[in-house]
């Protein structure tokens, strides 16, 4: 329940944070930086902090982490309301938010397995992604209405209120045991230690080409919808209510996925579907780009994103299922490190691109790329399934 809260917060803050970008600058490349900002932080603290949360009381950090972005976003509402924001101070906070969230992230994956039997880790990770699309829905939608009814401040403060429920309820979680002891470890092994989970995911037959199809996804195709602001106006002339919809539209197909997901019992199958659901991603974003009618581009936005969370919850319960859990940690800071940080890479492209092409070209260049590695999967695809539905032996 008081995810939920968070997660309405989060994507009301995302709204707020792309519509004010776009009404400080008006530049297609200041949303790709901010953008950049927000995610690419990923990138160089996920392994470090991966190696920490093996290391914390993953609750009681999940405490601090979410207090200190609520106190940022604090910071954020004061300025916008007090006519102080400019484009630096709105990228610096966005910046220092997103190194926050860089070491919530990996305490947030690694305390699943805690949860769950290892039969119902696809349910588990699809049912947690029902609350994150339900956010997805409702919040943009309720950030159009706050920002048009009460100006884009207001939306700040919404999602900073939201923070301090969740933490309210991470307040009276007791975890009743933790699922194995772990030795204290000396903070000098870190770096070795990240070492050998890059190794452990070089040299695995099915972890290593997932998360090649990891990277190709988040920076080919998953940025499109930080350009959303500027579609919504430029392209179709539809201002932040556009930018609502098409948020919210995305919202709706990951959805319905997450919905659909849950009902899969195991993993069996799953490889196949998160190779076939990149081809179905490319494919929306050709039509969403060719396209100058607002609400077919609604459509194919509501197709690429069911495609794209059924892409999520595949990745993320084959790494959980087939990973040793010697490595469980690590590996995991890998795919936080790709699928958080390496969007902001897209984007930062995409925008640039932009400026000079014009918003369409770029979208559709990295869905065309897309399809290139879509071949490379589908051609790995009986080799990856035989590893990684398989379970580990133990023992």
Not at 154 to 160: D, I, K
């Amino acid at each position: 329940m008081g995810n939920f809260a968070s997660q309405m917060g989060v994507w009301v803050q995302r709204i707020a944070v792309q519509w004010l970008t776009w009404e400080l600058t008006h530049s297609p490349t200041w949303l790709g930086i901010i953008a950049f900002a927000d995610v690419f932080p990923n990138v160089v603290i996920a392994p470090l902090a991966g190696a920490l949360a093996d290391r914390v009381d993953r609750l009681q950090a999940m405490r601090i982490y979410i207090s200190l972005s609520a106190c940022l976003l604090t910071a954020m509402a004061a300025l916008v309301l007090s006519d102080a924001i400019t484009k630096e101070l709105l990228l610096a906070l966005v910046l220092v938010n997103g190194v926050v969230m860089a070491f919530y992230s990996p305490v947030r994956l690694s305390i699943i397995p805690a949860l769950v039997d290892r039969e119902l880790l696809t349910s588990a990770i699809s049912f947690s992604s029902v609350t994150f699309n339900i956010g997805r829905v409702g919040g943009p939608a309720l950030a159009g209405l706050i920002i048009l009814q009460w100006g884009v401040g207001q939306a700040f403060v919404f999602t900073a209120v939201a923070d301090v429920a969740f933490i309210l309820t991470l307040c009276l979680i007791r975890l009743v045991a933790t699922r194995e002891k772990r030795e204290p470890r000396s903070l000098r092994h870190i770096p070795a230690e990240i070492m050998d989970g890059f190794r452990y995911a070089r040299k695995h037959p099915g972890i290593g080409p997932l998360l090649v199809i990891l990277m190709a996804t988040t920076v080919l195709l998953r940025p499109f919808n930080d350009l959303f602001a500027g579609f919504a106006d430029d392209v179709f002339g539809r201002g932040a209510l556009g930018l609502a919809w098409l948020t919210s539209m995305l919202g709706v197909g990951a959805f319905t996925a997450s919905v659909f997901l849950t009902r899969r019992a195991g993993i069996d199958g799953l490889t196949g579907l998160m190779v076939a659901s990149m081809a179905v991603f490319a494919i929306a974003l050709v039509g969403f780009t060719a396209t100058d009618i607002f609400w077919f581009a609604c459509a194919c936005t509501a197709i690429a994103g069911f495609a794209m969370t059924t892409i999520g919850v595949a990745e993320q319960s084959l790494l959980q299922a087939s990973v040793d859990d010697a490595m469980r940690g690590r590996i995991l800071s890998l795919y936080t490190l790709i699928g958080r940080g390496f969007p902001s890479i897209g984007a930062l492209i995409m925008g640039y691109a932009a400026s000079f092409v014009g918003l369409r070209w770029p979208v559709l260049g990295g869905a065309v790329a897309c399809l290139v590695f879509w071949l490379w999967a589908r051609r790995r695809q009986g080799r990856m399934a035989a590893v990684l539905e398989t379970p580990p032996k133990t023992g």
